[in-house]
C-alpha cells in the first residue's frame, strides 16, 4: 500500500522558519519526482514545488522563490521543504504527492498544516 | 495565483450528467495534458483522470475528460451523478511559460 505521510507543520512567527517532511513507502521512491502542493483555509490548490528523482533539477512557484527549498533523501524514501522568511499568506495545508510524468499527481499525503501568526 | 479557470460551481440531481470546464492558454493546456483532482469534503486531493482522458485503476467509467489543445480547454463530464461525487474538482497542467504546473481554481459539485 502506498503511503504518503507529512509532518512538521506548526505555528510560527512571521519571518520564521519551519521544515516540513514526508516520508514515502509502498513505491520506488527513487523513481519518481516528487511535488509539494498546498492549500490555504477555504481556497484552492496550489502547486509549491517539485524535484527531479536525483534532486538535480527542481522548480517552484514564484511566490516561494527565494524562500523555501525542496530536497530529498532517496536512501531514506523522504521529501522536505525547508521554508524560510514565512509570510501570512504561506498559512496552508501542505500536501506532498508522487508525481508521474504521464499520470500526474497519482499519490498524495494527508497534509501538514502550517499557520504563520503573530 | 490559479491560472486555469473554471466555473465555481455545478449540481445536478442523482443520475444526471454534470459537465466541468477548464479553460487555459497556449502555455499550459494548448501544449500539455490535464489531469483532474477530486477533494472529497475534508480529505486529501485524490488523482481522478490524468493525461486528458484516462482514468486511474479504481476510478469509474461515470467519469471522463477531454482536452482540446486548439482552444486551450479541458472538461471532465460526470455522469450517473451519485451523492458521493459531491466533492471539489480541480484541473491541472505543466505551464511552459511559468515552469511550473498551474491548478484550476476549482469547481464545486452539489448533487441535488
Known amino acids: 500500500e502506498v503511503q504518503l505521510v507529512e509532518s512538521g507543520g506548526d505555528l510560527v512567527q512571521p519571518g520564521g522558519s519551519l521544515r516540513l517532511s514526508c516520508v514515502a513507502s509502498?513505491?520506488?521512491?527513487?523513481?519518481?519526482?516528487m511535488t509539494w502542493v498546498r492549500q490555504a483555509p477555504g481556497e484552492g490548490l496550489e502547486w509549491v514545488a517539485n524535484?527531479?528523482?536525483?534532486?538535480?533539477?527542481?522548480y517552484y512557484v514564484d511566490s516561494v522563490k527565494g524562500r523555501f527549498t525542496i530536497s530529498r533523501d532517496n536512501a531514506k524514501n523522504s521529501l522536505y521543504l525547508q521554508m524560510n522568511s514565512l509570510r501570512a499568506e504561506d498559512t496552508a495545508v501542505y500536501y506532498c504527492?508522487?508525481?508521474?510524468?504521464?499520470?500526474?499527481?497519482?499519490?498524495w499525503g494527508q497534509g501538514t498544516l502550517v499557520t504563520v501568526s503573530s | 495565483q490559479s491560472v486555469l479557470t473554471q466555473p465555481p460551481s455545478a449540481s445536478g440531481t442523482p443520475g444526471q450528467r454534470v459537465t466541468i470546464s477548464c479553460s487555459g492558454n497556449?502555455?499550459?493546456?494548448?501544449?500539455?495534458?490535464v489531469n483532474w483532482y477530486q477533494q472529497l469534503p475534508g480529505t486529501a486531493p485524490k488523482l481522478l483522470i490524468y493525461?486528458?482522458?484516462?482514468?486511474p485503476s479504481g476510478v469509474p467509467d461515470r467519469f471522463s475528460g477531454s482536452s482540446s489543445g486548439a482552444s486551450a480547454s479541458a472538461s471532465l463530464a460526470i455522469s450517473g451523478l451519485q451523492s458521493e461525487d459531491e466533492a471539489d474538482y480541480y484541473c491541472?497542467?505543466?505551464?511552459?511559460?511559468?515552469?511550473?504546473?498551474?491548478f484550476g481554481t476549482g469547481t464545486k459539485v452539489t448533487v441535488l
Open positions: 504527492a508522487s508525481e508521474d510524468s504521464d499520470s500526474g499527481f497519482d499519490y
Open positions: 509502498g513505491f520506488p521512491f527513487s523513481n519518481y519526482w
Open positions: 524535484i527531479q528523482q536525483d534532486g538535480r533539477e527542481k
Open positions: 497556449s502555455s499550459n493546456i494548448g501544449t500539455n495534458t
Open positions: 493525461s486528458n482522458n484516462h482514468r
Open positions: 491541472a497542467a505543466w505551464d511552459d511559460s511559468l515552469n511550473g504546473y498551474v
